[in-house]
């Protein structure tokens, strides 16, 4: 049965679990470390991003593994976890 990601409902549920653990992780992390505004706008960044991907993943119709507009969307998601991997470890450098 298609989905409003306009492929399977596996595929979709899957990317809302990707989702879901990366904002899981996101509460764990929030609790051990010592969490700044710059932390928090990173985080909500991340989570946003993720977001959007989640939303507005179509699944590939000709060979390719991803579509280009996914994989855009893919690598800003990416992104924002560097940057948040990057302050978290400023922050165990510092300690």
Do not use: C
């Not at 399977?8 to 679990?17: H, M, Q, R």
């Not at 969490?35 to 909500?44: C, E, I, K, N, T």
């Amino acid at each position: 049965m298609p989905s409003r990601r306009g492929g399977t409902k596996g595929g979709g549920i899957a990317l809302d679990l990707h989702w879901l653990a990366i904002s899981k992780r996101l509460q764990l992390v929030r609790a051990e470390a010592h969490w700044s505004a710059d932390l928090d706008f990173v985080a909500v960044r991340l989570k946003a991003q993720a977001a959007f991907y989640v939303a507005n993943y179509r699944p590939s119709a000709g060979p390719e593994p991803i579509r280009p507009a996914d994989a855009a969307r893919l690598e800003k998601v990416v992104h924002q976890y560097s940057i948040l991997r990057a302050h978290l470890e400023q922050q165990v450098r510092a300690q």
